[in-house]
């Protein structure tokens, strides 16, 4: 299982990015899909998710309205569209799926929202 993100970067308050992670190694369409975050001293936290198949998902109460979660099958890929960014998303931003009996991380990918 590989899954890799890309799409992060520097962005400037109220801006936006389209992050997108690429799975490999396993039958995608089956699985929900995570993205989590992690700040400088913070653990780590879930940001959304999406069930196999697209029809459901779930935000954090501090990203909800600003934050999409979405998926390609096709393409075997997950996306995570910010917009109206604040400092105080800056974080690293990592994809996850779970396959019993472990979950499988990406690297992640850094954002960072400052003026």
């Known amino acids: 299982v590989q899954l890799v993100e890309s799409g992060g970067g520097l962005v400037q308050p109220g801006g936006s990015l389209r992050l997108s992670c690429v799975a490999s190694g396993f039958t995608f369409s089956r699985f929900a899909m995570s993205w989590y975050r992690q700040a400088p001293g913070k653990e780590r936290e879930l940001v959304a998710d999406i069930s196999s198949g697209g029809g459901i998902a779930n935000y954090a109460d501090s990203v909800k309205g600003r934050v999409t979660i979405s998926r390609d099958d096709a393409k075997n890929a997950v996306y995570l569209q910010m917009s109206s960014l604040r400092p105080e998303d800056t974080a690293v931003y990592y994809c996850?799926?779970?396959?019993?009996?472990?979950?499988?991380w990406g690297r992640g990918t850094q954002v960072t929202v400052s003026s």
């Open positions: 996850r799926t779970f396959w019993a009996p472990r979950e499988y």
